[in-house]
């Protein structure tokens, strides 16, 4: 087996000095017959293509040259609102080699959003998909107050009066472009990410070549994977953690990332890729384990009794490791007769069987999702970041220790500790430089000593685990003064399986209500498995009285579990799933609260009558 890139001494200068075009030159020398991008095309016959690194040498420099041809030149921003395909990631590096600055835009982005963004960043270009993306953006380019003045068109046929990507490939063009490829600075801009806007406007937070390299870094102390490891990049580019997972460390690592333009299709491409990584933030985690009770709930009760055997072994050999302490020998033998007999069957069917590195980040991970897989013997490795500390700032590691329901310890490349009220400030080489100004200057957000207020509460045990509370803009205060984490009540209410989605509301107020919404997965296979039978769908399960009976129930027993001040008095029923497309959700599935909160008034309202 090829030995993976080290990290150290295959380049000139400090590690987190190297910049990601040394990264891509070195990796066409050392690597050039490796993979490093496969995309399945869009036709009916699904057929994969695969690119080495000595190929995406080739095709980045030619790609370069053409974007240089149209005008861009070191420290420009160019926008691109694409799904996860090849056009997107080649175009990414492509600029990156020019010294240009690529944004990524969230396909699901509101117009308004769109406009602040381009305004914010100045960009005269910006690359889209197809025509969708290009009725959008067409209207700013004779807008007076954006400087847009022209569109890539990655789509054949939809470009209409634009340029079209498949002309930008090029010959290098002479000894001038030569001299400016690659001669990025560990300082420079590497990109500018957009936050998501759960409030407000979207920030366009700056990293760097350094903090981005600071980041993989430290990363890379953290976790175990084999050499040249396979990567699935599902989310989308505009969110950190894709950044970071789907093109920043697979150029480090000179591993290979297997591109999915359509999310809902992550499970074929698991299926077929069977990789040794997975990250998925908390919902996609979530609705997995729906989809995986489902389908046990329907199994026969002797099959689903030494499915739930193997579970307790899983479970049991987990804690051993958990608390650093080596299984019995018993239980080791135990724990490996069921993993060969049940649990890698069972996770094989989902192609999840050669996963050696699970995680998750982005908000709170429900404990008992975080449980249920555990059962398995997959440990997801919970992490805390955010944009602004380049992602991960904190993370469990199989290496270094874990706690299930944390979100582990600091990463080497940044320190943390707790304000008075609880908030977590965090500090190090890879937290961003500032938010992007409209003027091209660059803000600070960091105090006289460095540290950056996250707006996340929690605390630290004395192990130097830190264990996240909630947002602080998002706590609730009641009418009697008392502080509540919504998504403490939100993740107990779901560890039932009907509840998919869980709201809280309740400021200002005496006590607490909720939204809930039906699981779309596990509540028809539990209506199944008790013998309810409707019509309508999700919407029969909602009137039906055995339904309404059981989350009654849930509600209760997860109320069991909270003090009186947390406890749900009274819920709404929803069977509608909150989602990006419709708004609830912000593209990197976390809620709008104040947008769920706006279109369920009514509702929220109605459960305060007396």
């Not at 009770?293 to 739930?308: H, W």
């Not at 193997?310 to 993993?339: I, S, W």
Request: with cysteine; proline share 6%.
């Amino acid at each position: 087996m090829t030995s993976a890139p080290r990290t150290t001494g295959d380049l000139p200068g400090a590690p987190a000095d190297r910049t990601l075009p040394q990264l891509l030159t070195r990796n066409a020398r050392e690597y050039s017959q490796l993979p490093a991008l496969s995309w399945q095309s869009a036709d009916s016959d699904g057929n994969w293509t695969t690119l080495g690194w000595g190929e995406i040498d080739e095709h980045t420099r030619g790609l370069a040259a053409g974007y240089r041809a149209l005008g861009v030149g070191r420290g420009d921003h160019v926008l691109l609102m694409m799904a996860n395909r090849s056009e997107h990631w080649l175009s990414d590096l492509a600029l990156v080699r020019l010294g240009a600055v690529p944004v990524s835009v969230y396909g699901t982005a509101a117009p308004e959003q769109i406009t602040h963004i381009a305004r914010n960043c100045r960009a005269r270009l910006a690359v889209v998909e197809g025509a969708a993306q290009v009725a959008l953006w067409e209207p700013l380019l004779t807008d007076a107050d954006t400087p847009l003045e022209r569109l890539v068109v990655a789509d054949a046929g939809a470009e209409k009066d634009h340029f079209p990507y498949a002309a930008l490939l090029r010959e290098p063009l002479p000894e001038q472009f030569a001299e400016e490829l690659d001669a990025a600075r560990p300082e420079d801009p590497l990109t500018v990410v957009y936050t998501s806007g759960t409030t407000g406007e979207p920030k366009g937070v700056v990293l760097t070549h350094r903090q981005v390299m600071s980041n993989a870094l430290a990363l890379d102390a953290v976790v175990e994977l084999p050499p040249h490891v396979e990567h699935i990049c599902y989310l989308p580019f505009a969110h950190i953690a894709e950044r970071m997972l789907g093109i920043y460390l697979p150029c480090h690592r000179a591993s290979h990332v297997h591109l999915c333009a359509d999310p809902t299709r992550v499970g074929e491409v698991v299926r077929k890729v069977r990789p040794a990584q997975f990250f998925g933030v908390p919902r996609i985690w979530e609705k997995l384990s729906a989809a995986v009770r489902a389908v046990l709930s329907l199994m026969p009760p002797e099959q689903r009794e030494a499915i739930d055997q193997a579970f307790e072994t899983g479970r049991e050999h987990v804690g051993y490791r958990e608390r650093g302490e080596t299984p019995p020998a018993e239980l080791e033998e135990r724990y490996d007769r069921a993993r060969k007999d049940v649990l890698l069957p069972l996770l094989a069917a989902g192609g999840l069987d050669r996963v050696t590195w699970s995680a998750s980040a982005s908000a709170p991970m429900p404990i008992d999702v975080v449980r249920f897989w555990a059962g398995f013997g997959i440990v997801i490795m919970d992490a805390w970041g955010l944009t602004e500390t380049t992602g991960v700032a904190t993370s469990n590691s199989p290496k270094t220790g874990f706690r299930l329901g944390s979100v582990g310890r600091p990463v080497d490349s940044v320190e943390i500790r707790v304000a008075e009220d609880g908030e977590i400030l965090v500090r190090g080489s890879s937290v961003f430089s500032g938010y992007l100004q409209a003027d091209g200057s660059v803000r600070s957000a960091l105090d006289a000593d460095g540290w950056l207020a996250t707006g996340d509460i929690g605390r630290i045990d004395e192990d130097g685990y830190l264990w996240l509370t909630d947002r602080k803009k998002e706590m609730i205060i009641t009418s009697t003064g008392k502080n509540v984490s919504p998504a403490l009540v939100e993740n107990a209410l779901k560890e039932h399986p009907l509840i998919g989605q869980a709201l809280v509301h309740g400021d200002n107020r005496s006590y607490l209500v909720a939204l809930l919404v039906l699981d779309a997965e596990a509540a028809p296979a539990w209506a199944a498995a008790h013998g309810v039978e409707t019509e309508g769908g999700l919407t029969g399960l909602l009137e039906h009285p055995a339904v309404r009976a059981e989350v009654d129930r849930a509600v209760a027993a997860a109320n069991t579990r909270l003090n009186r001040t947390e406890q749900v008095k009274r819920y709404e029923l929803l069977a509608e799933e909150w989602g990006p497309a419709t708004g609830e959700l912000t593209p990197s599935l976390k809620m709008r609260r104040r947008v769920i909160r706006d279109k369920y008034a009514g509702e929220l309202s109605g459960l305060y009558r007396d």
